[in-house]
């Protein structure tokens, strides 16, 4: 979505300079790469606290908690999508904190999932998931309804 229809010079350039298949992130242009299986480790290290804030953002009990839980997960978020943009772009984590834009850092995550198809790769491990417990998974799909 974008909140100005105008395109800036600026985009115009960035955007005709940047090839299929790379992002830029500051003043740079990297690849988006190719997930495999020891980058997926390497990711997995690097993902430290952010998948507990989020399990405490699902389960506030409180609206109070919730906003609680949303402001202390923004600054964790940041820290760790540095970590994870660091980890799959090559690049310095200080490099990106101070000269790549959250707007670019998002995009260059963006375009990584897409590339690999991350969506896919979601609901093939949650039917794994349900072929390997289906009582569990019934009983969890009962409470939804």
Do not use: C
Not at 48 to 70: C, F, G, N, R
């Amino acid at each position: 979505m974008k909140l100005f229809k105008r395109q800036t010079e600026v985009d115009f350039v960035k955007e005709k300079m940047v090839p299929p298949g790379h992002a830029l992130l500051g003043e740079k242009i990297v690849s988006i790469p190719k997930l495999t299986p020891a980058m997926w480790k390497e990711l997995m290290r690097t993902l430290d606290k952010l998948p507990m804030w989020i399990m405490q953002i699902l389960s506030a009990p409180t609206l109070e908690d919730l906003q609680v839980y949303i402001v202390g997960t923004i600054d964790v978020a940041f820290d760790e999508l540095v970590r994870v943009a660091s980890v799959l772009s090559g690049l310095d984590e200080e490099y990106l904190e101070y000269k790549a834009g959250a707007n670019e850092i998002y995009e260059f995550l963006r375009l990584t999932a897409e590339k690999n198809d991350l969506d896919k790769l979601a609901k093939n491990v949650i039917s794994l998931v349900r072929a390997r417990f289906p009582e569990e998974t019934n009983e969890a799909e009962a409470m939804e309804n």
